[in-house]
């Protein structure tokens, strides 16, 4: 394999025709190569990207399970729950199905009887205190005890395609223009708050994060907007004033948490950081390269093109390497990341698994299944969502 680290932007000269894009608020100034994207680094951080919750199991590839006889027919949710010794997922037609952990034979099916509309979907499921939490598109929640039997039903008339949060004693919901607060023993209302705008026909849903009690989000309408859970009241800040791009379509846009430091990359292309103790930008509408794929990693921005990638720095902008290994497919993009002890674990979807440490690629492996629509972590496992419909779990 062909590693490097490229420590001088001007070494690229000589193979690439460049184009400098001259601006006082961009982190970079492009070149252009086969219709692909790179920066011209200014700054580099002799930093490393911050590491935490250390993971000290290691990936074992021969050691994997199938769920047998299952295929998932909505590869967009995350429908899968490991207590214990089971795994638990919910169909399409709102069957749990108990699984072993130990071979993934199947063990039980369990009907929650509900009738719901056969073009409705499960958005999300979770497991909360020996009960599952049920999200549907239609704006249905539901509770159901382990067995199937509901508890109880919250209906809405309104389009939910985000996925549920559950603080405290309370299930959160991000429907297309409102945030609401319902309570998790119940189903009772608790408070909403509305944010009128034009719809968002582009929209794949909203996104969240929490820092302490604040939960901030994005709405699908594309809304940005700030609450106090603990208090169910609007929290206003500079954040929720920030100036986007554009009002018809976020599906390129992302929100992250990092320590006090809250992080938003506008249409894929426009950085902001935001502490959250000074309420005041340290990063404010920094211009990057529009990503073939990216993802946040604590402290970092990693952005993939081509066969290259970039890790920044959230807090001071700088670029902490850029990475190029011919190995690395053009067309993957990256689907998740994660560490285990020292080392950087980048996904991408097409099963590539590369290893980063000390800012150098160490190795790049495959997980052999095919396709990755999705990839999730716990404390134990890697679950892989794969796009012919089967999930595997390392």
Excluded at 85 to 96: E, G
Excluded at 227 to 246: A, E, Q
Excluded at 340 to 359: A, V, Y
Aim: glycine content about 4%.
């Amino acid at each position: 394999m062909n590693f490097s680290l490229i420590k001088n932007s001007l070494s690229l000269t000589s193979i690439f025709f460049f184009i400098y894009a001259c601006s006082a608020s961009s982190l970079y100034e492009n070149f252009k190569n086969d219709n692909i994207d790179l920066p011209v680094i200014k700054n580099y951080d002799d930093n490393k990207i911050k590491i935490v919750n250390l993971n000290k199991k290691n990936l074992n590839l021969d050691n994997k399970i199938t769920l047998q006889g299952f295929k998932n027919k909505n590869l967009n949710t995350k429908k899968l729950v490991i207590k214990n010794s089971k795994i638990f997922i919910l169909t399409y037609d709102l069957k749990i199905s108990a699984f072993d952990k130990s071979n993934g034979s199947l063990i039980s099916t369990t009907n929650i009887n509900y009738e719901k509309n056969e073009d409705d979907i499960v958005t999300s499921f979770l497991y909360f205190e020996d009960s599952f939490i049920v999200a549907l598109k239609s704006g249905t929640i539901i509770k159901s005890d382990i067995y199937g039997e509901i508890l109880w039903i919250f209906k809405s008339k309104k389009i939910l395609n985000t996925k549920i949060s559950i603080f405290d004693d309370k299930i959160i919901l991000l429907y297309s223009d409102e945030v609401k607060g319902i309570s998790i023993s119940d189903g009772s209302f608790r408070w909403s708050h509305t944010y009128d705008d034009i719809p968002v026909y582009q929209s794949i849903g909203g996104q969240y994060v929490n820092f302490i009690n604040l939960f901030y989000f994005i709405l699908p309408n594309n809304k940005i907007g700030s609450i106090d859970l603990n208090l169910g009241v609007k929290n206003n800040s500079n954040f929720v004033n920030m100036p986007l791009i554009s009002n018809i379509n976020n599906t390129n846009d992302k929100i992250h948490i990092y320590d006090n430091y809250l992080v938003y990359l506008d249409e894929g292309r426009q950085l902001y950081t935001y502490d959250i103790f000074i309420n005041d930008f340290v990063i404010f509408n920094k211009n990057i390269t529009k990503p073939f794929s990216s993802i946040f990693f604590n402290n970092s921005l990693i952005i993939k093109q081509g066969n290259y990638l970039w890790a920044i720095n959230l807090i001071n902008g700088k670029t902490f390497w850029l990475l190029n290994n011919e190995d690395l497919s053009d067309n993957s993009k990256i689907i998740g990341i994660t560490n285990i002890n020292e080392d950087i674990l980048i996904f991408f979807d097409n099963g590539d698994i590369l290893t980063i440490n000390n800012k150098k690629i160490v190795n790049i492996d495959n997980f052999d299944q095919g396709k990755i629509s999705s990839i999730f972590f716990d404390k134990e496992n890697y679950i892989l969502y794969l796009k012919n419909g089967k999930i595997v779990i390392y």
